[in-house]
């Protein structure tokens, strides 16, 4: 049965609360680790709409597709820093960043997938390059 969504966001914010906090405990504890003493009982989740959703589509299609970074946008690895170069979105021109390889290993490593979860690859609508489809499917 198809069901349409009420309201602003796609998921209610107060359940997405408990779901977050319950699995991020869950984890911390099953790593063994330290919780807060002063951990609040109750947490707030910042959604915030992000329009048609078009820009994400068109981000995650680019990222998820090829990957993270390309071998060829790594400049040097030297002195224990990285220098690479980036896509910068306000501009739309490529611009260097030099930071420590820890952190570069940070920064690429927050984009590795959870043990169990796939790749995705577009096809039909959700090609970035079907600006046209979204907004047909948006109409109807």
Same mark, same amino acid.
Request: proline content about 3%; aromatic content about 12%.
């Given at each position: 049965?198809?069901?349409?969504?009420? @309201?602003? &966001? +796609?998921?209610?914010?107060?359940?997405?609360? /408990?779901?977050?906090?319950?699995?991020?405990?869950?984890?911390? !504890?099953?790593?063994?680790?330290?919780?807060?003493?002063?951990?609040?009982?109750?947490?707030?989740?910042?959604?915030?709409?992000?329009?048609?959703?078009?820009?994400?589509?068109?981000?995650? @299609?680019? &990222? +998820?597709?090829?990957?993270?970074?390309?071998? /060829?946008?790594?400049?040097?690895?030297?002195?224990?820093?990285? !220098?690479?170069?980036?896509?910068?979105?306000?501009?739309?021109?490529?611009?260097?960043?030099?930071?420590?390889?820890?952190?570069?290993?940070?920064?690429?490593?927050?984009?590795?997938?959870?043990?169990?979860?796939?790749?995705?690859?577009?096809?039909?609508?959700?090609?970035?390059?079907?600006?046209?489809?979204?907004?047909?499917?948006?109409?109807?």
């Amino acid at each position: 049965m198809w069901r349409e969504k009420t @309201g602003k &966001y +796609l998921f209610n914010h107060k359940a997405l609360a /408990k779901v977050f906090r319950a699995k991020l405990l869950a984890a911390i !504890t099953l790593n063994k680790l330290l919780l807060p003493e002063n951990c609040p009982s109750q947490w707030v989740v910042d959604c915030k709409a992000v329009g048609s959703g078009e820009k994400v589509l068109v981000y995650l @299609g680019r &990222y +998820l597709y090829l990957g993270v970074i390309q071998e /060829k946008d790594i400049l040097s690895c030297k002195d224990g820093n990285v !220098t690479f170069r980036y896509l910068d979105s306000n501009t739309n021109k490529y611009r260097n960043k030099t930071v420590t390889g820890a952190y570069f290993l940070w920064l690429v490593l927050q984009h590795v997938l959870p043990k169990g979860f796939r790749r995705a690859r577009n096809y039909g609508f959700l090609h970035p390059n079907s600006k046209m489809s979204i907004k047909l499917l948006q109409q109807i």
